[in-house]
Every structure is written in C-alpha cells, then in structure tokens.
Nanobody, 125 residues
Framework: QVQLMEFGGGLVQDGGSLKLSCTASGSIFTGDWMNWHRLGWYRQAPGKQRELVATISSGGALDYAESVKGRFTISRVNRTTVDLQMASLKPEDTAVYYC???????????????WGQGTQVTVSS
C-alpha cells in the first residue's frame, strides 16, 4: 500500500554534508483522500536502538533530535518526497537511515508506521 525508497547515502568525511531523499509511492499519495500524516527520518547505529532524527507533519510541524538540531534540516519537497539535508556531519552520525511514514493508507486503515529499506551513512574521522 505504501512504499518508501531512500536515496543519497554514502561515505563522507567529518564536517562534511550529505542529502538524503525519500520518495513515497502508493495510492494514498495520488488520490484525493489524505488526512493528517507525518514523514520523517530515523537512524540506527550498530548495537543501538532505532532513534528519531527528524519528522515533518502534513501541517508543517517539525521535530528534531537534540543531537542534530542546527545541523540537519528536513523539508517536504512535494507530496511524495521528503529530504534530509545533513551538514557538519560527525562520526557519531554514522548509521543506517530509514525513511518513515506515519499515516492511514486509506479511510479504512488504522494509522501506522511504514518504513523504507534504509540507506547507510558513514562519516569518517
């Protein structure tokens, strides 16, 4: 029903920048019905739990992890694409980054999380 695909991961040096993009597909994004929803990015480093990086709601509300405030910027490019611009990257930002959609896929579905496959971001010191 909802598919998410991430682009833009890779290797970057300490202090560098990288942009991640997530493209969503599914009838929910092309039909006339779409209520409140939230798109965003989470990350998971080896041996750690998955954690929030940044989210943006359909109303424009933003949420950032304290560790990335002032360095990362999330933006809704269009109805199906959300970007994460990352600057001043640090080795501790190294993780697999996952695109997330929190929404109801149809009027008959309950609201739930959808996840992309993830993209690796590695920051070398």
């Amino acid at each position: 029903q909802v598919q998410l695909m991430e682009f833009g991961g890779g290797l970057v040096q300490d202090g560098g920048s990288l942009k991640l993009s997530c493209t969503a597909s599914g009838s929910i994004f092309t039909g006339d019905w779409m209520n409140w929803h939230r798109l965003g990015w989470y990350r998971q480093a080896p041996g750690k739990q998955r954690e929030l990086v940044a989210t943006i709601s359909s109303g424009g509300a933003l949420d950032y992890a304290e560790s990335v405030k002032g360095r990362f910027t999330i933006s809704r490019v269009n109805r199906t694409t959300v970007d994460l611009q990352m600057a001043s990257l640090k080795p501790e930002d190294t993780a697999v980054y996952y695109c997330n959609a929190y929404l109801r896929a149809s009027p008959w579905d309950s609201i739930k999380d959808y996840w992309g496959q993830g993209t690796q971001v590695t920051v070398s010191s």
